[in-house]
Structure formats: C-alpha cells, structure tokens
C-alpha cells in the first residue's frame, strides 16, 4: 500500500510542475501604451546591442537628467539596462521628477526583447 501512495505522490508533484510550466511562457506585452522604450546604458553597451527602435538615455551620463526631464512625465516608459540595477535607478529618478505614466523595469537586454517583443539589433 505505501507503493501506491508513494507512486501517487510523485504522479501528483509532477502534474503540478508540468502545470506551472505552462505558466512561465507568455507573449510579449502589447506595446501601444508606451511611448518609448528607453535603454540606460552606456553608449559602448548599447553599441553592443539594443532593441530596435529603443531610445539610449545613459543613465551614467552628465545629460541623463535633462533627457529624462524633457519626456512627457504622463506617458508610460520601459526601461532596460544590462541587469535591471540602472533601469531600477532611473525608474526611481523618473517617479522622484514627477512621472506618473506606468514605469516598467524590463531588467537586461535579453528580457526586455523577450517582454517587448522587439528584436536586438547593432
């Protein structure tokens, strides 16, 4: 009897990780809503690879502020770097200059393409 239990046990945790599987799969969200996708990293790491059509606003930079300040504070941003740790810094840079759109942190170069669907160019 503690073979059948032992054999349902396992039947069930690996339908639930097969399920939870499923879940970590999404498509990209829809873009409409943003005004710009902006890329905070220097102008070596973006000559590196960026997303096609994303604005290089180097957050490292003397202008950084007088960019981000010459936005539209209503609209709502995407903003990637190469870990999420300077997309985090702008975002909250943004938030304290009076921005009220939504502000996505996408992390790295990779998991922005993968949530915005846009492709890395050089």
Partial sequence: MSKFFKFLAA???????????SGCATAPMEMTGFSAVIDVRTAEEWASGHLDGAVNIDLQSAD??????????AANYVIYCHSGNRAGQAIKYMEGAGFTGELINAGGVSDAASMTGMKVVQ
Avoid at 11 to 21: D, G, K, N, Q, T
């Fill in 11 to 21: 039947s069930l945790i690996a339908v639930f990780a097969v399920s939870s599987l």
């Fill in 64 to 73: 950084f502020a007088s960019k981000i300040d010459a936005l539209e504070h």
